[in-house]
């Protein structure tokens, strides 16, 4: 199977050595099988660039390498913090940059493995700089969110700013109304705001791979996972989340699973419709997924139908990798 699209226009437009091989892509896609495999063929480490397995406890919910498989392949980027933190893509960037900075002083590849749009751009490119918030509309967007739901409020920055919409969860109403905040601060979207951003040199040596598969099989992908995690201790995980204080206020109670389980625990919902909520969300949060790396990487997309193996796909990478670097 060939890859289905073009090389990345910065492999062409700079001399330096790629050492950094990105997995980006959906959810439940075989990202963290198909990284494994590769850090075996490469002797390389892993960063996980995932917003919610920074935190410490959010194992099965965040689909968190398990630990035989962080004790075959050096992981980083896990349980960082306190899930009564509120942790952050420049927080992430800042803190996991060494990591970069180490394996260019070795000459040692490193592969960044997740489905988090915003911690790739901060780590590789840089965020901009932005005002610091106010807090009198800050309030006022969260008496929005209570009176029109969270999802109006979405739906606005859709409307408004749809590149910046599809690298966030519907859900995490946090990041949502920062960034109308933003907009209402400058005048100007989110996008524009970054397309002006002083750029980091660490994406020129970076080669993105995405494993991307047919609608159906991921959608059955993400059903068997769902379940598994349902079964699990996802609902025990949310649990001991809700007992050490964690509330709607909380990025770790926002992502998709505990949010749902949360519910179900206080009653509003069987685990039933928690489970088939799950489904749901991460359905539609994978097409955004999809949609974000799109327009913001130059992805080799490696096209993976469910009876192909990973050793294929890996083979795959490898002479990519090879060619591209």
Not at 146 to 166: M, N, S, T
Not at 218 to 232: E, G, K, P, V
């Amino acid at each position: 199977m060939q890859n289905t699209s073009t090389p990345p226009r910065n492999q062409h437009e700079t001399r330096r050595r790629a050492l950094f091989l990105a997995l980006a892509g959906p959810t439940a896609s075989g990202k963290t099988d198909l990284s494994l495999a590769l850090a075996d063929a490469l002797g390389a480490e892993i960063l996980c660039v995932d917003a919610m397995q920074v935190y410490q406890g959010l194992d099965v919910g965040s689909a968190k390498p398990a630990p035989d498989e962080r004790a075959r392949v050096v992981h980083h980027g896990l349980d960082l913090v306190s899930p009564l933190e509120n942790y952050s893509a420049s927080r992430f960037a800042a803190e996991m940059e060494p990591l970069l900075e180490d394996a260019v002083r070795r000459e040692r590849p490193l592969i960044l493995c997740g489905g988090t749009g915003l911690y790739f751009r901060a780590l590789l490119e840089g965020l901009f700089e932005a005002p610091d918030p106010d807090p009198g509309l800050r309030e006022a967007l969260k008496r929005r969110a209570l009176a029109e739901g969270g999802a109006a409020l979405y739906a606005e920055l859709e409307a408004r700013d749809p590149v910046a919409a599809a690298g966030i969860h519907p859900n995490d109403e946090r990041r949502v109304i920062r960034a109308l905040e933003l907009m209402e601060q400058t005048g100007e979207t989110v996008s524009a705001l970054r397309a002006r951003q002083k750029r980091k040199t660490w994406a020129d040596q970076t080669v993105y791979f995405g494993p991307r598969r047919d609608p159906g099989d991921l959608a059955n992908r993400i059903q068997i996972r769902t379940r598994w995690m349902f079964d699990n201790g996802l609902v025990d995980e949310t649990r001991r989340l809700i007992d050490m204080g964690c509330d709607e206020s909380h990025t770790s109670l926002q992502a998709l699973g505990y949010k749902e389980c949360r519910d179900f625990l206080l009653g509003r919902m069987t685990r039933e419709e928690a489970a088939e909520a799950v489904e749901r969300g991460t359905r539609q949060y994978a097409k955004r997924q999809m949609t974000w790396f799109r327009r913001q990487f130059d992805v080799n997309w490696i096209d993976w139908k469910k009876e192909e193996s990973l050793e294929e796909k890996c083979n795959i990478c490898l002479k990519l990798w090879i060619n591209l670097r």
